[in-house]
């Protein structure tokens, strides 16, 4: 099944959103606090919701383009960078367009619950977009929901899958379990970083 930018922004609407944990997730902070953190860039967060991470890097100095199907998260994400002074710019996008509109453009993409979010049929065709969008050996950084629960979304996936989606496109520079994970989601996660080929 498809869901539609009305399914997303019902589900807002009615405040039932359990993937807003409130902040930036733990693994993602801990990797930009980290020496081996990526210098400042331009960096896409698709699926951004209510700007969490987003508004993390731009505090930490990228200048980040979030985008969301739902416009109830895109004003709530705006409406933070007036308060916070970031450069941050937040778009209503269906992100399978973004390969048209960016191609090429971003140094970064941040990854965290649009993967899961998305019909997993349309897995193959949302790693492409990425690629689409990224430089030359930018990268992807991202956090990947690994649970085994049979319904979505979030829809889980693992290892395997991961690495036969990415490998075509993408060196890996690590994809393994973070120990920070909030709680509920231990052993639940995977922590990436990929290069684009």
């Known amino acids: ?3 539609s930018a009305e399914y997303w922004e019902n589900r807002y609407q009615q405040r039932n959103e359990p993937w807003d944990i409130g902040k930036p997730a733990p693994p993602l902070v801990s990797f930009f606090e980290c020496a081996d953190a990526p210098n400042p860039g331009i ?20 200048t980040v383009y979030g ?13 933070r960078v007036l308060t916070e002074g970031v450069n941050a710019t937040f778009l209503e996008r269906d992100i ?45 950084l991202a956090l990947f929901f690994t649970h085994s629960r049979p319904d979505g ?12 989606l990415f490998d075509p496109y993408f060196t890996v520079q690590f994809l393994e379990k973070p120990n920070n994970s909030i709680a509920g989601r231990e052993n639940d996660e995977l922590l990436a970083h990929l290069i684009k080929i």
């Open 67 to 79: 985008f969301d199907f739902a416009p109830s998260a895109i004003t709530s994400a705006t409406g």
């Open 1 to 3: 099944m498809t869901f």
């Open 43 to 62: 960096m896409a967060v698709p699926g951004c919701g209510k700007g969490h991470e987003a508004l993390y890097c731009a505090q930490k100095g990228y």
């Open 96 to 140: 399978f367009t973004l390969g048209k509109e960016f191609p090429g453009h971003f140094d970064y993409v941040l990854e965290h619950t649009c993967f899961c979010a998305i019909n997993p049929e349309q897995r193959a065709e949302y790693v492409q977009v990425i690629h689409e969008i990224l430089k030359p050996k930018g990268a992807m």
């Open 153 to 164: 979304p979030p829809y889980g996936t693992n290892l395997e899958e991961l690495e036969c």
